[in-house]
């Protein structure tokens, strides 16, 4: 595997807690319930980084890993359908926004889509306001083999056909699986390639 040291560092209830911004950072963000601790684990070759669990809503900090001691992993709260109160949803939005917008070292956002499921308006809506605020990111479509190859072709072009509506042109795309380990190579290159060249995608 391309990563050969991950190490947790710290978790941040807010942009100024979070450690200097001194390294890329490149941050996973996504629906409860995507799997994204699962492909985090994965990418990093280490089963208990980012903590899994069947409760959608885990994550509710910024959480920091530290890579081959030259950028930073972020696992990110979920958005969706987790289970708290309305303040405390408010409170992670704003939480998330706040550090995507003014994270100087910020490299790339990687939005994590359920391929087993049809475009969502949560994941549509922060794809648009990600956009709106010129923050680079890329969709990285996860549980690839939780379906049949026809259903998450299905899916994936309604997605495309979705944000072509609003986009005039469609972000890079990944289609993973935590469980096989498909995309993961190919995900773990892209991040090396974009912090060879210098932030740019």
Known sequence: MWIKKAVFVKS???????PPADKPEFAFIGRSNVGKSSLINRLTNHKGLAKTSQTPGKTQLINHFL????WFLVDLPGYGYA????????????????????RSNLYCVLVLIDSRLEPQKNDLTFLEWLGTNQIPFVIVFTKADKNSKTKLQ????????????TWEELPQMFITSSETGE???ELGQFLIEVQRNGNQI
Do not use: P, W
Request: proline share 0%.
């Open 67 to 70: 890579i081959d001691d030259s």
């Open 183 to 185: 995309g993961c190579e």
């Open 83 to 102: 289970k708290v109160g309305k303040e405390q949803r408010t409170e992670f939005e704003n939480m998330i926004k706040t550090y995507l917008a003014y």
């Open 154 to 165: 299905h899916n994936i072009e309604l997605f495309k056909q979705k944000l072509s509506e």
């Open 12 to 18: 941040s209830k807010s942009i100024r807690q979070c």
